[in-house]
């Protein structure tokens, strides 16, 4: 048996929409007319999640999966109707998480939800803002081209994340390699040494014995270390729970000489684009902001952001609020003075979003170019100097042997 969407006039004429279960198109028509009900249309039924309010796999979706179906959305709804792109992208769907959000989805317009309540259905699945720019357009009646403006920025913050990650991900790699390195040679390698440097019953050079302590120490207090190691981690992350810790950590880390920079950057960069596109898509900027400030994780940024709602609230510019605040990249506060100067606000804004961007790219290049030789160089001296303190007895051996 199979199952069918249906939308269909009754002897009032009013709209009724629903689903059946027929052993084909043909058998499900002759249900409706049964029912003497008139047909506007039938379809094969996209899958719906069981339960509404339930926990499961479907309830989350990714932001790969959100920005892939932003851009298909967009590309289907120049084409054909809602409803019938919505069908067709849940069909096509290869993940069945993302199928089952497209279906709820799917079901919730075919009960007659504009798409930006339907999209408030499956929870967490499409946040506030996303939801907020599609009533924009909703309204204003120019839909396809809010989900086209909205699919840019989805598929700009994916590529922004990337490149964080890639940023992150090697230098931490080769730092828990080198450190796993020296930590398999001072408790299994080390060992080996001094057992046969124990039976020559001669004193070994200062080099040497610093480093069989320390062989010892691992080998003695390691699964300490390694407790108070994870004890610290757990009670760090717990700490973050509270605001007061996490301010004072959030603050810490923007004043960091280096990390303090790329986090601005990357903040000023994507307030920047978002602003841009939702005023470009008819959103007022008060509001772009707010729905902006609940996607902002770090304390001190968010703190800033919401004195910056107030001032606005209160009558002033956009420009004077990010000045007032300081800790928006002076390119950003410049180029929003002069877009308002202008008229052209989501102009500037968005030149001032590529402007940062590029120079993330820029400096965290850089940083990368740098970091890779010194953690190399540093595995290098700690590995060299553990030979060395190796090599210095058996030396001293042979000079006595000569002498």
């Known amino acids: 048996m199979a199952t069918f969407d249906y939308v269909a006039l009754d002897l009032a004429g009013h709209t009724r929409r629903g689903q059946l279960k027929a052993s084909d198109e043909t058998a499900a028509v002759g249900q409706l007319e049964r029912r003497r009900l008139a047909l506007v249309k039938i379809a094969p039924a996209v899958a719906k999640p069981a339960t509404r309010g339930a926990r499961s796999f479907g309830q989350g979706l990714g932001a790969k999966d959100r920005s892939m179906f932003t851009r298909q959305l967009a590309t289907l709804t120049t084409v054909s109707t809602l409803e019938e792109a919505l069908r067709t992208i849940a069909l096509q769907a290869d993940k069945p998480r993302l199928k089952q959000v497209i279906g709820e989805v799917h079901a919730a317009v075919l009960e007659g939800h504009r798409l930006s309540d339907a999209l408030a259905r499956p929870a967490k699945a499409f946040p506030p803002l996303y939801r907020a720019m599609v009533s924009a357009g909703e309204s204003s009646g120019a839909l396809p081209t809010i989900l086209d403006r909205l699919a840019d920025l989805l598929e700009q913050q994916q590529q922004v994340r990337a490149k964080i990650t890639t940023a992150l991900v090697y230098p931490i790699v080769l730092a828990m390699v080198a450190c796993l390195v020296v930590a398999a040679l001072m408790i299994f390698v080390i060992p080996k040494v001094v057992e046969q440097f124990d039976s020559m019953g001669q004193t070994l050079p200062l080099l040497t014995r610093i480093i069989i302590g320390l062989s010892t120490g691992l080998q003695t207090f390691g699964w300490l270390i390694a407790a108070i190691i994870a004890i610290g981690v757990i009670a760090f992350l717990r700490g973050l729970r509270s605001p007061p810790f996490k301010l004072a950590v959030d603050r810490a880390l923007l004043r960091a000489p280096l990390l303090g920079r790329l986090i601005r950057d990357v903040h000023a960069a994507r307030l920047a684009r978002t602003l841009a596109t939702m005023i470009a898509s008819g959103l007022p900027m008060l509001e772009g902001l707010m729905l902006t400030a609940g996607t902002v994780r770090n304390a001190v940024l968010r703190g800033a952001m919401d004195d910056m709602i107030a001032a606005i609230r209160e009558g002033g510019a956009l420009s004077v609020a990010m000045r007032r605040v300081e800790v928006f990249p002076p390119v950003l506060v410049y180029m929003t003075a002069s877009g308002e100067s202008s008229g052209r606000v989501e102009t500037m804004l968005m030149r001032a979003a590529d402007y940062l961007e590029r120079e993330f790219d820029t400096f965290t290049a850089m ?37």
């Open 367 to 403: 940083l990368l170019s740098l970091l890779e030789p010194a953690i190399i160089v540093l595995l290098g001296g700690v590995v060299a100097t553990i030979v060395l303190s190796i090599l210095l007895p058996i030396l001293q051996i042979n000079t006595l042997a000569l002498n």
